[in-house]
């Protein structure tokens, strides 16, 4: 099954950490872009960072200085170590990749999010 899982999320306070980390299957063969979003709630799902196949990196504004996006493409994984969170970062992380998948073409996948909570 061609899925991407995710895990690493949870409750922290203000100015603490946290690492998230997803998975992708090994049924998809070849992973372009993977990448973080997140959606608030009441708010559009929005642009985290990303990270391409040759690990150039992009990142929202919101998030440079503080989040450091990673991949082990020997294991078809994706990290995101989040430092100096703060309450505004809260809300559900999805990871993302553009993949080729063993039924054939190139398709977009998300995991199925995780919940990541700052208190102030």
């Known amino acids: 099954q061609e899925q991407l899982v995710e895990s690493g999320g949870g409750l922290v306070q203000a100015g603490g950490s946290l690492r998230l980390s997803c998975a992708a299957s090994?049924?998809?063969?070849?992973?372009?872009?993977m990448g973080w979003y997140r959606q608030a709630p009441g708010k559009q799902r929005e642009l985290v960072a990303t990270?391409?196949?040759?690990?150039?990196?992009d990142y929202a504004d919101s998030v440079k200085g503080r989040f450091a996006i990673s991949r082990d493409n020997t294991r078809n994984t994706v990290y995101l170590q989040m430092n100096s969170l703060e309450p505004e970062d809260t809300g559900v992380y999805y990871c993302?990749?553009?993949?080729?998948?063993?039924?054939?073409?190139?398709?977009?996948?998300w995991g199925q999010g995780t919940q990541v909570t700052v208190s102030s």
């Open positions: 993302y990749a553009r993949g080729f998948g063993a039924r054939g073409g190139w398709y977009d996948y």
């Open positions: 090994r049924s998809i063969l070849s992973i372009n872009v």
């Open positions: 990270i391409s196949s040759g690990t150039n990196t």
